[in-house]
């Protein structure tokens, strides 16, 4: 079963403007990693938070954990058409090594 | 894709038939991924291998089968193909880093049409 649902299922954004999703999770975790999926390709990491750690950043990414929620989100700032891709969020439990993944966020980038 | 081939990328077949869809890896990574994509679903494990000829089933794995026999290949089997199987698969490599660090990479995936 899906550990990670991410909100919203879809976000239309213009050039410029910053994306936030969230992703809520139901047992603990060891970590929380995030996704990207351009149309018709395979998935890429794109940035990893340990459960001890509550925000992290990686360029124009900025992720943050919330355990005593359960909750994660992640931040573009300064959207770019090219951030147009499906994100997801994929939970580590803490007494597994196998990733569970929500079913996503679709980001649609205007120009 | 990070040294990740999946082999077909595109393929149509009958009910019925059997099909095997091939990874191949050359980044000598211990751990690799079947998983299987459909709408509304995100991305749900299929079977998983944890070393050569170590292998295990995910949450979706009733009429699949893998196999591996060396490190790099890694194949995923539907024994007689189902129209509920049409799906986008994809495979993942990942090794097993300190503190369960376990990010994956993906192929490319293949498009399975089952008529």
């Known amino acids: 079963s899906q550990q990670g649902e991410e909100d919203p299922q879809a976000l239309s954004i213009q050039e410029g403007e910053n994306a936030t999703m969230n992703c809520s999770y139901k047992t603990s975790i060891n970590n929380l990693q995030w996704y990207r999926q351009n149309s018709g390709r395979g998935l890429v990491h794109l940035i990893l938070i340990r459960s001890n750690e509550r925000e992290k950043h990686s360029g124009r990414l900025r992720v943050t954990l919330d355990t005593s929620k359960k909750s994660s989100s992640l931040l573009i700032t300064a959207s770019r058409a090219a951030d147009t891709a499906s994100y997801f969020c994929?939970?580590?439990?803490?007494?597994?090594?196998?990733?569970?993944f929500g079913a996503g966020t679709t980001v649609t980038v205007r120009a | 894709d990070a040294g990740i081939t999946q082999s077909p990328r595109h393929k149509v077949t009958e009910t019925g038939t059997p099909v095997t869809l091939r990874c191949h890896q050359t980044?000598?990574?211990?751990?690799m991924y079947w998983y299987r994509q459909d709408p509304g679903h995100g991305l749900r494990l299929i079977h998983y291998s944890y070393g050569v000829k170590d292998t295990d089933k995910g949450e979706v794995s009733d009429g699949y089968s893998v196999s591996r026999s060396k490190t790099e290949d890694f194949l995923l089997t539907l024994e007689s193909a189902t129209s509920s199987q049409t799906s986008v698969y994809f495979c993942?490599?990942?090794?097993?880093?300190?503190?369960?660090?376990?990010?994956?990479?993906f192929g490319p995936g293949t498009r399975l049409t089952v008529l």
């Open positions: 994929a939970t580590v439990p803490s007494n597994d090594y196998k990733l569970s």
């Open positions: 980044e000598n990574h211990r751990y």
């Open positions: 993942a490599i990942s090794d097993l880093l300190a503190g369960g660090v376990n990010e994956q990479f």
